[in-house]
């Protein structure tokens, strides 16, 4: 069993930037691919990045690409999500998850889930 905990979120202007962080306990971390997906109010949960367990594949959605960055430290067992240039529809609760198989951007394809981090975005 993968136990997730995600940190680093909070109120920020837009054009700012922010650092989430998801720390993962279990000795395997390093053969589960990682991901990160958002939810906003009234919005169903979307895919915003994803990373493989080498951490040699990295894949985002069109609406990040360019402004955020995936990274995993497997021998911390962390994965971080750089944000950069953020904006007002960034805003949303982000969630970290896991699953011991490539990556994939399906929510409902991940195993493990952490509780969350709201990020909102400033105008």
């Known amino acids: 069993q993968v136990q997730l905990v995600e940190s680093g979120g909070g109120l920020v202007q837009a054009g700012g930037s922010l650092r989430l962080s998801c720390a993962a306990s279990?000795?395997?971390?390093?053969?589960?691919?990682m991901g990160w997906f958002r939810q906003a109010p009234g919005k169903e949960r979307e895919f915003v990045a994803a990373?493989?367990?080498?951490?040699?594949?990295?894949r985002y959605a069109d609406s990040v690409k360019g402004r955020f960055t995936i990274s995993r430290d497997n021998a911390l067992n962390t994965v971080a999500l750089q944000m950069n240039s953020l904006k007002p529809e960034d805003t949303a609760v982000y969630y970290c998850?896991?699953?011991?198989?490539?990556?994939?951007?399906?929510?409902?394809?991940?195993?493990?889930w952490g509780q969350g981090t709201q990020v909102t975005v400033s105008s």
């Open positions: 990373i493989s367990w080498q951490g040699g594949t990295k």
């Open positions: 998850a896991a699953r011991r198989q490539r990556l994939t951007t399906i929510p409902s394809e991940y195993n493990y």
């Open positions: 279990g000795p395997t971390f390093s053969t589960y691919a």
